[in-house]
Nanobody, 126 residues
């Protein structure tokens, strides 16, 4: 699986944006896909993840109730809808594919993901 994230930009606080993650590879539909973010000078942190059948979603505490992760396996796409954006959401956002197909036990750990997209910058102004 290869991934490419897009859709970042500059948004005012309280606004919304949708990030996209385009995947290539026939096995895409068997992998958990996660979103992580990294702010300047900070560690990369878990944002959200969606299971291979999209029947389970997971969220980091700071984005619960504001962000929604989804996927379209027919289009090899994963989305991250972000509402009520805050300045502290400013970061580079990455999508990543879990290392093992049909597996999701440690979805919040970035070292469990094998394939990463190049990242897309989100800046939220106050």
């Amino acid at each position: 699986v290869q991934l490419q994230a897009s859709g970042g930009g500059l948004v005012q606080a309280g606004g919304s944006l949708r990030l996209s993650c385009a995947a290539s590879g026939r096995a895409f539909s068997t992998y958990l896909i996660g979103w992580f973010r990294q702010a300047p000078g900070k560690e990369r942190t878990f944002v959200a993840a969606v299971s291979w059948r999209a029947d389970r979603t997971y969220y980091g505490d700071s984005v619960k109730g504001r962000f929604t992760v989804s996927r379209d396996n027919a289009q090899n796409m994963v989305f991250l809808r972000m509402n009520s954006l805050r300045p502290e959401d400013t970061a580079v956002y990455f999508c990543a594919a879990y290392a093992r197909p049909l597996f999701s036990d440690n979805y919040w750990k970035d070292n469990e993901y094998e394939t990463w997209g190049q990242g897309t910058q989100l800046t939220v102004s106050s």
